[in-house]
C-alpha cells in the first residue's frame, strides 16, 4: 500500500501561480511513476503531468509550457508548479503514484486538492 498527502491548492487569479505537492508514505520501493492529475465537475479525470523513476516527463498538451512537473525521490515527493494559470485549470488535482510488483501494476490516489483560478 502507498499513502498520499496532497497541499497547496487554493484560490488564485488568473495569470497567477500555485504549487502543489504530494508525498508518498509506506510501499515507496516499488513506486514506477507519480504525476498529477484533474478533475472539473461534470467532466472526466484527466492526465495533466507524469514522472516516471526511469525516462521523460509527460504533460498534456493544455499545461505545457506553464506546468511542470518535478520529483524528490529521497523525500518520495512530488510537485507541481502551475504557472500562468487559467479559468480552465479550475479543478480538483489528484496525485496518483503507479506501482509495478510482480508484474503487476497499482494506482494509488491522493484525497484531491482543489484548484480555483478566477478571471
Known amino acids: 500500500q502507498v499513502q498520499l498527502v496532497e497541499s497547496g491548492g487554493g484560490l488564485v487569479q488568473a495569470g497567477g501561480s500555485l504549487r502543489l505537492s504530494c508525498a508518498a508514505s509506506?510501499?515507496?520501493?516499488?513506486?514506477?511513476?507519480m504525476g498529477w492529475f484533474r478533475q472539473a465537475p461534470g467532466k472526466q479525470r484527466e492526465l495533466v503531468a507524469t514522472i516516471p523513476s526511469v525516462g521523460s516527463t509527460n504533460y498534456a498538451d493544455s499545461v505545457k509550457g506553464r506546468f511542470t512537473i518535478s520529483r524528490d525521490n529521497d523525500k518520495n515527493t512530488v510537485y507541481l508548479q502551475m504557472n500562468s494559470l487559467k479559468p480552465e485549470d479550475t479543478a480538483a488535482y489528484y496525485c496518483?503514484?503507479?506501482?509495478?510488483?510482480?508484474?503487476?501494476?497499482?494506482?494509488?490516489w491522493g484525497q484531491g486538492t482543489q484548484v480555483t483560478v478566477s478571471s
Open positions: 509506506g510501499r515507496t520501493a516499488s513506486i514506477y511513476a
Open positions: 496518483n503514484v503507479r506501482n509495478l510488483i510482480g508484474g503487476r501494476w497499482y494506482d494509488y
